[in-house]
């Protein structure tokens, strides 16, 4: 089987090594840019299999590369790396074309696991991911505009929302623990609790109708919570 190639943009050249070392030692090809410049430039020049894009970069950040590898019609998955751990930074980075985020310091193991599950995302793009677009039930997320939308209606999402609901609907079918989602959605430095996964996980499912019957979303007793078609 060929390596699948990763196109690594980070300035940083202890994370370069680190990421490249265990990487390879996974059986990914790894090619390295130290900045934005050179990096966007590399990232024409040939197909890969996936981009890991460090936002804060000398010459050109992190979001303008990835929105220009978009608007070239480039559609290989890319997973932003950064130290910035706002959630509006991870809207913005999931709004333009990325597929995934992961915030600095994280574990390398960590990161391999990332990596996996987007190559597993895209086994099923037919039966549900497409054109910017997630769909399940009656219901599209579109991940350009963070709206969802049934029939001819727009279902306003916060922030949180958003994310849990696009979290929950890339990793369908499977029990999803509470801690699993603090990580994802409020990140490693949030102050939230596994009561806030529950209160928000209740708005969700209310405005998705589901407040008398757990359609798409169901509790796992002790664990957390499995979305499903």
């Known amino acids: 089987m060929m390596m699948k190639k990763v196109l690594l943009i980070e300035d940083e050249p202890g994370l370069q090594m680190s990421i490249e070392d265990n990487l390879k030692a996974a059986g990914y090809a790894v090619t390295i840019c130290g900045d934005g410049i050179t990096g966007e430039s590399t990232a024409f020049m040939e197909e890969w299999d996936l981009m890991l894009l460090d936002i804060m970069l000398p010459g050109k ?6 929105r220009s590898v978009r608007k070239k019609g480039i ?16 809207v913005m980075g999931l709004n333009i074309g990325a ?3 992961i915030s600095k310091p994280f574990d390398i193991d960590e990161l391999i ?3 996996n599950a987007v190559f597993r995302r895209g086994r099923y793009t037919e039966s549900g991911i497409s054109n910017g677009n997630i769909s399940f039930g009656k219901f599209i997320l579109n991940t350009e505009t963070a709206t969802l939308i049934t029939g001819k209606e727009n279902i306003h999402l916060n922030t949180r929302e958003y994310l849990l609901l696009k979290f929950f609907a890339e990793n369908r079918n ?3 623990h509470r801690n699993e989602l603090l990580d994802q959605v ?20 209310k405005k998705l109708g589901e407040q008398k019957e757990n359609h798409h979303i169901t509790t796992v007793r002790g664990l957390g919570y499995r979305f499903s078609e």
Not at 61 to 66: A, S, V, Y
Not at 75 to 90: F, Q
């Open 113 to 115: 696991a990332r990596i």
């Open 174 to 176: 499977r029990v999803v």
């Open 61 to 66: 950040d992190g979001f303008e590369i990835c």
């Open 186 to 205: 409020w990140g490693y430095d949030s102050v939230a609790t596994t009561r806030t996964v529950d209160v928000h996980v209740a708005w969700l499912r």
């Open 75 to 90: 559609k290989n998955p890319i997973i932003m790396l950064t130290a910035r751990s706002l959630v509006m930074d991870k």
């Open 99 to 101: 597929d995934d985020y």
